[in-house]
Nanobody
């Protein structure tokens, strides 16, 4: 079983940057694909991006493409979400999820992920 804990959220202004971290404990971190999702008030949870177990393959949603990047450090059991040029519509609770190694075509589905963190709040407001 993998336990995930997100950190790095906060209140920022439009155009600012934030880096979220998701640290894993227990389990073998390098055996999991990792994904980031977000949920804004009154909306469904949506896919933000994901990274393969090796870190060689990443994918991000069109809504954040060019602004957000995902990376992981298997030696530190941590996955990162670098968010640049933040917009008010990026305001949400951000969650990381862990999935057994799978095809990237499945990354955008919540059901792909077996383990989830508790989330970290990101608020973008002037």
């Amino acid at each position: 079983q993998v336990q995930l804990e997100e950190s790095g959220g906060g209140l920022v202004q439009p155009g600012d940057s934030l880096r979220l971290s998701c640290a894993a404990s227990r389990g073998t971190f390098s055996l999991f694909d990792l994904g980031w999702f977000r949920q804004a008030p009154g909306k469904e949870r949506e896919f933000v991006g994901a990274v393969s177990w090796s870190g060689d393959l990443t994918s991000v949603a069109d809504s954040v493409k060019g602004r957000f990047t995902i990376s992981r450090d298997n030696a530190k059991n941590t996955v990162y979400l670098q968010m640049n040029s933040l917009k008010p519509e990026d305001t949400a609770v951000y969650y990381c999820g862990a999935s057994a190694i799978t095809t990237s075509a499945r990354w955008e589905w919540e059901d792909t992920y077996k383990y989830w963190g508790q989330g970290t709040q990101v608020t973008v407001s002037s």
